[in-house]
């Protein structure tokens, strides 16, 4: 059925075709799958229904989250690593359970850095400003690393830029509209109908907050954020979440299924696991993109990054007409 709907092909797929069988599903697939998606997604469930009775706040859920699935990714890569040490990073799964990892060191370290210092004690859009870079620059350097790591994603990409720009504009934003009508749009009408309270996700309220303050930190802030989101992140979130994770998975079906739920386990951080379905919803399209595509992040990268754009300027248009 996919193959039925494919893009037609290229000849970017004949010179850099994507192998959608490297590892063995049942095995490989399932340690991806058990690891970066059930586990946590079963983790942070249950620390929402038994909020109360476990008397925990919401911040502390999203700590235990976080731990709870740094744990399980680390588990999870010492197993897949120890089949399969020559091609884990090669393949492009290294990044995949190296990501989280290398993520959270990344920014202890600096907050680290900024406390020896002495800078940045008084929190405030300075100190968001501060986490919003560090976590670009982490982004920069596993884009870096990929595309030097794996093989041939870079010549993929910039050939598919060069020769394929009159199928890949179109499509791509096909994908982002039609993800973000079904993930925004048709989904805030389902929850209305349904008299469902789920309020503004944490993810979202993180990210926008230093937008209510005044004073050129706003602004600078507005800055880092549109290159973070509409260039750095998805470029960054499609090699993990699609290139990476249908690498490690090697099943279709079941790669769509595993990238969209772990698309949306990315993007609760807090633990706030009632708003996880818009990014799911988008997580979907992105990996029907990717695997339509036979498997050229191009593809799946300017959706998301188009997706994001609508996204950041309905934000933006908003603090400004009232």
Same mark, same amino acid.
């Given at each position: 059925?996919?193959?039925?709907? $494919?893009?037609?092909?290229?000849?970017?797929?004949?010179? #850099?075709?994507?192998?959608?069988?490297?590892?063995?599903?049942? *095995?490989?697939?399932?340690?991806?799958?058990?690891?970066? !998606?059930?586990?946590?997604?079963?983790?942070?469930?249950?620390?929402?229904?038994?909020?109360?009775?476990?008397?925990?706040?919401?911040?502390?859920?999203?700590?235990?989250?976080?731990?709870?699935?740094?744990?399980? /990714?680390?588990?999870?890569?010492?197993?897949?690593?120890?089949?399969?040490?020559?091609?884990?990073?090669?393949?492009?799964?290294?990044?995949?359970?190296?990501?989280?990892?290398?993520?959270?060191?990344?920014?202890?370290?600096?907050?680290?850095? &900024?406390?020896?210092?002495?800078?940045?004690?008084?929190?405030?859009?300075?100190?968001?400003?501060?986490?919003?870079?560090?976590? /670009?620059? &982490?982004?920069?350097?596993?884009?870096?690393? &990929?595309?030097?790591?794996?093989?041939?994603?870079?010549?993929? !990409?910039? +050939?598919?830029?060069?020769?394929?720009?009159?199928?890949?504009?179109?499509? $791509?934003?096909?994908?982002?509209?039609?993800?973000?009508?079904?993930?925004?749009?048709?989904?805030?009408? *389902? *929850?209305?109908?349904?008299?469902?309270?789920?309020?503004?996700?944490?993810? +979202?309220?993180?990210?926008?907050?230093?937008?209510?303050?005044?004073?050129?930190?706003? #602004?600078?802030?507005?800055? *880092?954020?549109?290159?973070?989101?509409?260039?750095?992140?998805?470029? @960054?979130?499609?090699?993990?979440?699609?290139? &990476?994770?249908?690498?490690?998975?090697?099943?279709?079906?079941? =790669?769509?299924?595993? $990238?969209?739920?772990?698309?949306?386990?990315?993007? %609760?951080?807090?633990?706030?696991?009632?708003?996880?379905?818009?990014?799911?919803?988008?997580?979907?399209? @992105?990996?029907?993109?990717?695997?339509?595509?036979?498997?050229?992040? /191009?593809? =799946?990268?300017?959706?998301? $990054?188009?997706?994001?754009? %609508?996204? !950041? !300027?309905?934000?933006?248009?908003?603090? #400004?007409?009232?």
């Amino acid at each position: 059925m996919i193959k039925k709907f $494919s893009i037609k092909d290229t000849n970017v797929d004949q010179i #850099y075709p994507f192998d959608f069988k490297f590892y063995k599903p049942k *095995i490989e697939g399932m340690i991806i799958l058990l690891s970066l !998606v059930i586990l946590p997604l079963t983790a942070v469930i249950f620390l929402n229904v038994f909020k109360k009775e476990l008397n925990i706040t919401s911040d502390r859920i999203g700590l235990i989250f976080q731990i709870s699935s740094l744990v399980f /990714t680390i588990i999870g890569g010492l197993i897949f690593w120890s089949r399969n040490p020559v091609s884990f990073w090669k393949s492009g799964v290294g990044i995949l359970f190296g990501f989280p990892i290398f993520l959270e060191l990344f920014v202890i370290f600096f907050i680290l850095l &900024a406390s020896v210092f002495n800078v940045l004690k008084n929190g405030g859009v300075w100190t968001q400003i501060y986490d919003l870079l560090i976590r /670009t620059v &982490a982004e920069i350097l596993i884009i870096i690393f &990929a595309f030097n790591k794996i093989s041939n994603l870079k010549n993929k !990409v910039k +050939q598919t830029l060069k020769e394929n720009k009159k199928l890949l504009i179109p499509i $791509s934003i096909g994908f982002a509209l039609v993800a973000f009508i079904v993930g925004n749009t048709l989904y805030s009408l *389902i *929850i209305s109908q349904l008299n469902l309270n789920l309020g503004e996700s944490e993810n +979202q309220k993180s990210l926008v907050s230093p937008f209510q303050n005044d004073g050129i930190g706003k #602004y600078i802030y507005m800055i *880092i954020f549109i290159v973070l989101t509409i260039f750095i992140a998805p470029l @960054c979130e499609e090699i993990i979440a699609r290139q &990476a994770l249908f690498t490690g998975v090697s099943n279709k079906v079941l =790669s769509i299924i595993t $990238s969209s739920l772990y698309f949306g386990v990315l993007h %609760i951080a807090s633990g706030d696991v009632y708003n996880i379905f818009p990014y799911v919803i988008g997580g979907f399209f @992105c990996s029907l993109a990717f695997s339509l595509s036979k498997g050229n992040l /191009t593809y =799946s990268w300017f959706s998301h $990054s188009i997706y994001n754009t %609508i996204s !950041v !300027v309905l934000i933006i248009a908003s603090l #400004y007409i009232k």
